[in-house]
């Protein structure tokens, strides 16, 4: 009996009972759950409501499927990427570029503090109609507004991250006759690397709002454009397939940011590594 007891407790021991299906192990299911109780509800609420003010999952789908059709939605979104693309690659190459200098010299921290604190603390969308009376309401002005909309974080994050340098890295370089660019590019920048792409992130969020709110002023050309166009012509299924592709289109460069980020964390990690 003592034996055949022994021999039932190893098997337990070693066969290890199965843990009992739960819904809290899988959160992807719950997601998913969730969003298509949202839709069903929405889709239900939706065909009941006036469709000048609602409209629905299905109707968003076919006038998506209408758009594609016909190009237009890919067109404006070319139009619109093409202005967040050189608005955002300048914004990137001053904001690091002034960051750095800013971080490094106390003349030029002196000389850029007061137009920094003036500008970033002046609503950008109030500059708008302004800039559009310099730049007109072409190409021009959707660029500068994104440049600005992007600027400061990049600007501000990094020579923050310049200044968090630890003083024993630069002493360290110096030791070694490294020139004062040979600093910049091989001790600082890669030590800095953390705070500016936290700015990189801040920056691709607000150059995304930019770039809508230079397209529903201007209201020519853009996905902001045809927001406007239809939400004066009450077609709500085809404002929400704007909106859910800029939703969409922001998700991913807030992705695509993240992801860089990793890597280049990664790669500073194999450089310390190396060192």
């Known amino acids: 009996m003592p034996g055949s007891l022994d021999e039932r407790l190893v098997r337990e021991l070693s066969f290890p009972r199965e843990r009992p299906w739960s819904l809290y192990d ?17 889709e239900i609420y939706g065909r009941r409501t006036d469709p ?13 499927v209408q758009l594609i059709r016909s190009g237009e939605l890919f067109r404006q ?5 093409a202005s967040l693309s050189v608005g955002f690659g300048a914004s990137l190459l001053l904001g690091v570029g002034l960051g750095l200098a800013a971080g490094r010299s106390r003349l030029a921290e002196a000389l850029l503090d007061p137009h920094i604190n003036a500008l970033y603390a002046t609503p950008q969308v109030a500059l708008t109609p ?13 660029v500068v507004i994104v440049f600005l909309f992007a600027f400061f974080p990049i600007l501000i994050n990094t020579a923050s991250g310049v200044k968090n ?5 630069v ?4 030791a070694y006759m490294a ?13 800095a690397l953390p705070f500016i792409m936290a700015g990189v992130r801040l920056a691709v969020g607000r150059a995304l709002v930019g770039m809508i709110v230079a397209e529903l002023f201007t209201a020519i050309t853009g996905l902001g454009a045809m927001l406007t166009l239809y939400g004066n012509l009450f077609e709500t299924a085809k404002m929400f397939v704007v909106i859910i592709v800029l939703g969409l289109l922001g998700v991913g460069l807030i992705q695509a940011t993240q992801a860089l980020e990793r890597r280049m964390a990664r790669w500073k990690e194999t450089e310390r590594a190396v060192s």
Do not use: D
């Open 77 to 81: 979104l070319l139009v619109s990427l």
């Open 171 to 174: 002493e360290v370089g110096r």
């Open 26 to 42: 899988h959160p992807n299911l719950i997601r998913v759950a969730s969003v298509l109780c949202f839709l069903t509800a929405w």
């Open 179 to 191: 020139s004062e660019q040979q600093l910049l590019l091989k001790v600082i920048f890669p030590a």
């Open 130 to 142: 302004l800039l559009m009376m310099w730049f007109g309401l072409g190409f021009s002005v959707k």
């Open 52 to 64: 000048l003010l609602l409209t629905y999952p299905t109707a968003v789908f076919w006038a998506a």
């Open 165 to 169: 340098v630890s003083g024993s890295m």
